[in-house]
């Protein structure tokens, strides 16, 4: 089994309502938009802790955008946010800061905004296939 399908497996087997697994994931979604690479994990769990969410969820979540889609989402993210900011994109393959400077607000900005419709879309869409799901069961049948 793939590792998404494994992911959605799990996501499917938490034993809490629809809307508090759907939210768990959401949030976990927008963490992964987060424009601090690295730090994902330990936010998605110390936000489950904190608000008493699903961490098997919200860590799934956080892990959407990982080291093998990372580029092509943050990319997608800071030309938003060049484009919402009216900030002149020009590719320049370099890593020199003075020539990144001019994109920190708009990764900040797209990336922010990339997590937050992504999140929403995440819950929705999560959500529905739980209610979906709960509603095809036998009554009194297991989640399994």
């Known amino acids: 089994m793939s590792r998404v399908g ?3 497996k799990q996501l499917l087997q938490i034993e809490d309502t629809p809307h508090r697994i759907a939210l768990s994931f959401g ?16 936010m998605a769990l110390g936000l489950a802790f904190a608000l008493r969410l ?24 800071t030309l938003l946010g060049c484009w919402l ?11 020199d800061w003075e020539v990144l400077r001019p994109y920190l607000w708009p990764f900040i900005v797209g990336n922010t905004v990339v997590g937050v ?13 739980l209610e979906r799901r709960k509603r095809a069961q036998p009554s009194g049948g297991s989640a399994s």
């Open 117 to 129: 419709v992504g999140g929403v879309l995440g819950y929705l869409v999560l959500r529905w296939i």
């Open 85 to 95: 900011l009216s900030v002149p994109f020009e590719v320049e393959l370099t890593l």
């Open 54 to 77: 699903s961490r098997a969820a919200m860590v799934v979540g956080a892990w959407v955008n990982n080291p093998w889609t990372a580029l092509p989402f943050y990319s997608a993210g």
């Open 27 to 42: 949030i976990g979604v927008w963490i992964s938009f987060f424009p601090i690479w690295g730090i994902h994990t330990a």
């Open 6 to 8: 494994h992911a959605v």
